[in-house]
C-alpha cells in the first residue's frame, strides 16, 4: 500500500479541504441548461459583449490562484520560528436576493470567488426560479459559473445548516440587505453557524453612487440599466438627451466630485486629474467595474494552519 511521506515534526498541519458535496435536495433548485440557454439568447450579442468585457477585467484584477497549496516559513532574529500552510477554502457560497442582480455587483463577488481555488462555488438566490433575471444567468454563464439556484428563505436556511453541519471551513457572501439579514439571524440557525466552521461575510451595499458627464451621449443609460440594475445614481453636468453649447466648467464639476460617493462614474479625460471624495472612481470605458472592500483581506478565500516554535540551532562542525 502507497503511503505519502513523513511530514517534519516541525510543520505545521495541512488544513482540511475536503470536497463539499451539493445536497441531492437542492437539486431541483438548480438552473437548468434550457434557462441557461434561454437567458442567453434573450440577452442579445451586443449586452453579452459587455458582459465579456467586463468578466475580462475582473480576470485581470483576480487572476486565477497560482498555487493550490502555500507553504510560508519565517525565522525571527528572537529566535521564534514560524511556519504556515494556505490552502483554498473547499466551498464558496454566493447568497444573494434582488439587490444583487447587478452584474457590476454579482461579478465583484463572483470572480473573486471563482479565481480562488475553492473546489465549488454555489449561487444562491432567493426567489422562484422563474424569477432568475436573464442578465443575472448569462453573467454566471459567460463567467462559467453554471450551478445556479433559486430558492426560498427556508430552503436557504435548510442548506446553511447542511454547511454548518459539515464540518468544513466554508465561505458564505451575502449582501448585507434586510431579507437575508433576517434569514441568518434566524434563531436556530445564527446558533449552529456560530458554532461552525463556516465564515460568514456580510458585503454592503453601495448607496451613494454619483455619474458625472460632459456631453450627452456619454454613459448611455441602456448599459447603466443593464450593469446596475435598479441602483440609482445622483447626476451632475450635461444629462442625457440634452444638447449643450458648451461642456460645463471645472468649478462645477470639482463641487460634484468631492461629494461623498461609493461609486462616482466619470468620462475617462478626467480619472487622473479629479480630486474626489468617492471611494471607487471607473472611467466610462471601464464601466461597470466595482470592487466589495470586504474581499481585500488576503484571509478571505483561505485556510491557514500555523506552527510556532523555535530555530532549531544548525549543527556546530
Not at 438552473?31 to 440557454?37: G, I, V
Not at 459559473?145 to 453541519?165: F, I, K, N
Not at 466589495?292 to 544548525?314: I, K, N
Request: one cysteine or more; charged letters at 20%; glycine letters at 6%.
Amino acid at each position: 500500500m502507497e503511503t505519502s511521506p513523513p511530514r517534519p515534526a516541525d510543520s505545521p498541519p495541512v488544513p482540511v479541504s475536503r470536497p463539499w458535496t451539493l445536497p441531492s435536495w437542492l437539486l431541483p433548485s438548480l438552473a437548468p441548461d434550457a434557462r441557461f440557454a434561454r437567458a442567453y439568447e434573450a440577452l442579445g450579442a451586443e449586452r453579452r459583449a459587455l458582459l465579456k468585457g467586463l468578466i475580462a477585467d475582473h480576470f485581470a484584477l483576480s487572476p486565477p490562484a497560482a498555487a493550490l497549496r502555500t507553504r510560508c516559513t519565517r525565522e525571527q532574529v528572537s529566535g521564534l520560528s514560524c511556519r504556515s500552510v494556505s490552502t483554498p477554502r473547499p466551498f464558496v457560497l454566493l447568497l444573494t436576493d434582488a439587490s444583487l442582480d447587478a452584474p457590476a455587483l454579482l461579478l465583484a463577488a463572483l470572480m473573486p470567488a471563482l479565481s480562488s481555488g475553492a473546489a465549488d462555488v454555489l449561487v444562491l438566490r432567493l426567489g422562484a426560479r422563474s424569477g432568475l433575471p436573464d442578465v443575472l444567468l448569462t453573467a454566471c454563464e459567460l463567467a462559467g459559473q453554471e450551478r445556479v439556484a433559486a430558492v426560498s428563505p427556508a430552503l436557504a436556511a435548510r442548506l446553511l445548516l447542511d454547511c454548518a453541519g459539515s464540518g468544513q471551513p466554508g465561505l458564505v457572501l451575502y449582501p448585507d440587505t434586510p431579507s437575508l439579514r433576517r434569514l441568518v439571524q434566524r434563531p436556530g440557525l445564527r446558533a449552529a453557524l456560530d458554532a461552525s466552521d463556516l465564515r460568514l461575510l456580510p458585503l454592503k451595499p453601495p448607496r451613494a453612487l454619483g455619474l458625472w458627464r460632459d456631453a450627452a451621449g456619454q454613459f448611455e443609460p441602456g448599459r447603466l440599466g443593464l450593469l446596475y440594475g435598479e441602483h440609482g445614481f445622483a447626476t451632475g453636468g450635461v444629462q442625457p438627451g440634452r444638447r449643450s453649447r458648451k461642456a460645463p466648467d471645472d468649478t462645477a464639476f470639482a463641487a460634484f466630485a468631492v461629494q461623498p460617493h461609493d461609486l462616482l462614474l466619470v468620462p475617462d479625460a478626467r480619472c487622473n486629474t479629479c480630486q474626489t471624495a468617492a471611494r471607487l472612481v471607473v472611467g466610462e470605458s471601464r464601466l461597470g467595474l466595482w470592487t466589495w472592500p470586504e474581499l481585500s483581506a488576503p484571509d478571505v478565500f483561505v485556510v491557514t494552519c500555523q506552527t510556532f516554535s523555535s530555530v532549531t540551532a544548525p549543527a556546530l562542525l
